[in-house]
């Protein structure tokens, strides 16, 4: 009988014994697929939630069991998620942050004042001031001799903890209620969502019913909180911005941040991570005031874009008042539902009834932005949200530029589509590490890489307006010589042309009595 090995796990030129030896081979390349460009990053405050750590969801639910109800707050995370949200965006991954002065909301059973004792302290399971909606209930359980504690909170699934026995005395079933919130009752019946329990100083109290009672003293520790608290530091413990890192986030938002001097450090941040960072000016920002800003901060990279701060009035259904806030939501929503070759450039945004250059809608709009305006904003690398749109009477991104003062380089598609490329290859190229530099090798190499690239100009993310290829590949002896191989270096050369944007639209029109028009 043969012998069956995978391909690459038998040296084949030190065989000795004679048989039949068979190889399972699998294709030499791979094929590459696209990484995400949906996925919306943002840092910011709550009143609920772990801080300082990443928390994936994709729904308004899903925001508000992660991180409680919306704020009105400058820095309110919900705030940005709900405005991305109207625009089609689907995919978040949330950071909270806090001043460090934020504290859990707790309930003492039975607490006795007197002595200031309890036998089981019940704790929200994060910080904030959701943590004070958290209601409990203790009475009869399903089976006699037997108590239930019921948690619930707005928002979340009620909790049970039933059928706890007293059978054997009142410190074996307080230490059994504390077992049963913190490690679960059942396969069905697991650990609490929402609390924490932990033993008191007095257990030998009997249980008795408790009802219509709530959690007390949860704060959010917002009201210190800095644009500095939301760009965090970077380290073993990541706080803030930098607990984005590995995520996977294409979108980044420091939300309601409007401090210039942090942009420097967004950017370094955003080409990093394959980010594009998404920046405001500060509420009544004028365009003298938002050029000024840009000089000071010094800035010039496609990682970060930079809206003026002509905020925009939004209704706010959770808390029932139109509000002005950050432009940043409607700008990373609508760049997360588009194909990364297109910039936001004249897309319709959803959800503004006014701003404060236009007023509100419903007060008749009566101020908009001259050509002279937009090409100092332009010019200097900042961009708006206004109405109307080259396409007609809503409100869009007006320019779809970053802030680099390379034309070149200046649109939101260059940093959509490169960062786009860059992380696709830097997820599935590492394939290849501790592979045999051969001629196999290298055409493999190049076959993955033409095979990726192919797919995205056949899709209409890269292309030349002539039709002909978008790209090359070359990855052989011609820029790998022996020299440079045999130290353990392989390189592969990548040209790409990127698709242009129809920024000015130019038409040309011949008329007049005199003009003579022939039609084949």
């Known amino acids: 009988m043969g012998i069956i090995s995978q391909s690459g796990s038998l040296n084949t030129a030190a065989l000795a014994v004679p048989d039949l030896?068979?190889?399972?081979?699998?294709?030499?390349?791979?094929?590459?697929?696209?990484?995400?460009?949906?996925?919306?990053?943002?840092?910011?405050?709550?009143?609920?939630?772990p801080v300082n750590t990443p928390v994936v969801f994709g729904t308004s639910q899903e925001r508000i069991a992660a991180f409680g109800p919306m704020q009105t707050s400058v820095f309110d995370l919900a705030t940005v998620v709900s405005t991305a949200i109207v625009q089609g965006a689907s995919d978040f991954v949330g950071v909270r942050v806090t001043d460090g002065t934020d504290t859990a909301a707790s309930y003492a059973l039975l607490y006795d004042s007197t002595a200031g004792t309890y036998p089981v302290l019940l704790s929200a399971k994060y910080s904030g001031t959701a943590g004070n909606t958290i209601s409990l209930e203790m009475s009869a359980g399903s089976a006699p001799g037997t108590w239930k504690l019921v948690l619930q909170m707005p928002n979340a699934l009620p909790e049970s903890f039933d059928n706890l026995s007293v059978a054997q005395g009142n410190v074996s079933f307080w230490a059994n209620l504390v077992s049963a919130v913190n490690n679960g009752q059942s396969a069905t019946r697991g650990p609490s969502a929402l609390v924490v329990a932990s033993p008191g100083a007095n257990s030998n109290v009997s249980p008795a019913v408790i009802t219509g009672q709530t959690f007390m003293n949860g704060q959010d520790g917002n009201s210190g909180v800095s644009a500095q608290s939301l760009v965090g530091s970077d380290g073993v413990a990541r706080t803030g911005m930098y607990a984005l890192r590995g995520q996977s986030c294409s979108i980044g938002v420091l939300t309601g941040v409007t401090d210039s001097t942090t942009w420097s450090t967004q950017i370094a941040f955003g080409l990093a991570e394959g980010m594009y960072m998404i920046?405001?000016?500060?509420?009544?920002?004028?365009?003298?005031?938002?050029?000024?800003?840009r000089t000071?901060?010094?800035?010039?990279?496609?990682?970060?874009?930079?809206?003026?701060?002509?905020?925009?009035?939004?209704?706010?259904?959770?808390?029932?008042?139109?509000?002005?806030?950050?432009?940043?939501?409607?700008?990373?929503?609508?760049?997360?539902?588009?194909?990364?070759?297109?910039?936001?450039?004249?897309?319709?945004?959803?959800?503004i009834i006014g701003s404060q250059k236009a007023g509100l809608t419903a007060d008749g709009q009566t101020l908009t932005y001259s050509s002279a305006e937009?090409?100092?904003?332009?010019?200097?690398?900042?961009?708006?949200?206004?109405?109307?749109?080259?396409?007609?009477?809503y409100w869009c991104v007006?320019?779809?530029?970053?802030?680099?003062?390379?034309p070149e380089i200046d649109g939101d598609e260059y940093t959509r589509v490169t960062n786009f490329i860059a992380e696709t290859i830097s997820?599935?190229?590492?394939?290849?590490?501790?592979?045999?530099?051969?001629?196999?090798?290298?055409?493999?190499?190049?076959?993955?890489?033409?095979?990726?690239?192919?797919?995205?100009?056949?899709?209409?993310?890269?292309?030349?307006?002539?039709?002909?290829?978008?790209?090359?590949?070359?990855?052989?002896?011609?820029?790998?010589?022996?020299?440079?191989?045999?130290?353990?270096?392989?390189?592969?050369?990548?040209?790409?042309?990127?698709?242009?944007?129809?920024?000015?639209?130019?038409?040309?029109?011949?008329?007049?009595?005199?003009?003579?028009?022939?039609?084949?």
């Open 21 to 49: 030896y068979v190889q399972i081979q699998t294709a030499g390349s791979t094929s590459l697929s696209g990484a995400s460009t949906n996925v919306v990053g943002l840092v910011g405050t709550a009143t609920w939630g």
């Open 279 to 293: 920046a405001c000016g500060p509420l009544d920002e004028t365009i003298s005031d938002a050029l000024s800003r």
């Open 296 to 351: 000071s901060a010094g800035v010039d990279s496609y990682a970060l874009k930079v809206m003026l701060g002509d905020w925009l009035y939004w209704y706010d259904s959770e808390n029932s008042m139109t509000r002005l806030v950050s432009p940043q939501g409607f700008v990373a929503g609508r760049l997360s539902t588009l194909s990364p070759e297109l910039p936001s450039l004249n897309k319709q945004l959803y959800g």
């Open 374 to 393: 937009l090409t100092s904003l332009f010019q200097n690398g900042i961009d708006v949200i206004c109405n109307p749109a080259p396409g007609g009477a």
């Open 398 to 406: 007006r320019g779809g530029f970053n802030v680099s003062s390379n």
């Open 427 to 520: 997820n599935g190229m590492g394939i290849y590490i501790g592979l045999a530099i051969s001629p196999t090798l290298f055409s493999n190499v190049e076959a993955t890489l033409t095979g990726f690239l192919s797919d995205l100009q056949s899709q209409g993310i890269i292309g030349s307006s002539s039709g002909s290829s978008a790209y090359s590949v070359v990855c052989s002896s011609v820029n790998n010589p022996q020299s440079r191989t045999a130290l353990g270096y392989l390189q592969a050369d990548i040209s790409v042309t990127y698709l242009g944007v129809n920024r000015k639209f130019i038409v040309n029109i011949n008329g007049g009595a005199d003009v003579t028009v022939s039609s084949n």
